[in-house]
């Protein structure tokens, strides 16, 4: 990827199994608050996070994401994961996309923020990248654990906050949804939901 000096970038990583609205508008609440050139969406290739219960297929998610962003000028899709053998860990994908003079944040949910210090090596992911993290309208930031602070030495200096409107969405729940044949409007954009029904994903047989 090659990029000029000075560019402001997101890095939005996940299963996306499916990726789903809450997905794009986490992004773009990154992009608008904190005024990045662009967003780039990461799946998994390997999620490790999420060996206990079956994953779809990786071309059949990049496929979904590919769908998700389709108009959307300022974000990307890369198979940097996808294409790496191993588990997929966001300090090396990060250390595969930044280059000298850019800015990067990693952007992620204050639930998912609280787990860091559980990651593969999250200490190089904030040497890397300030964090992008988003709270419901009105929350107050929790205070930032002892362990975090451990594992992520000088977090609290790298760490910008982001405010989301409330977005009652999930993967499982859609999921759900699609085996049982439900709809899955304002949950799903309909050109995600089409890569769904083309390739058969989430049904009961």
Partial sequence: MSEAAGLRIGLLGGTFDPP??????LADAARTQLAL??????????PWRKRDRAVSPA?????????AVVGLAWAEVSTVDIDRAGPSYTADT????VRPGERWWF???ADAMADMAHWHEPAR????ARLAVAYRPGAEPAAVSQELRSAMPGIEE???????????????EIRARVRDGLPTDG?????VRAVVDQLGLYSAG
């Fill in 37 to 46: 050139d662009r967003v780039v969406f990461v799946p998994a290739g390997d």
């Fill in 20 to 25: 789903h609205l809450a997905h794009v508008a």
């Fill in 125 to 128: 992911i904030i040497e890397q």
């Fill in 107 to 109: 952007i992620i949910g």
């Fill in 94 to 97: 990060l250390a595969d996309l």
């Fill in 59 to 67: 071309q059949a998610r990049l496929a979904m994401l590919q769908a």
């Fill in 187 to 191: 949950l799903l954009s309909p050109a």
């Fill in 158 to 172: 790298r760490l910008d906050r982001l405010e989301m409107p409330p977005m009652d969405v999930s993967s499982t």
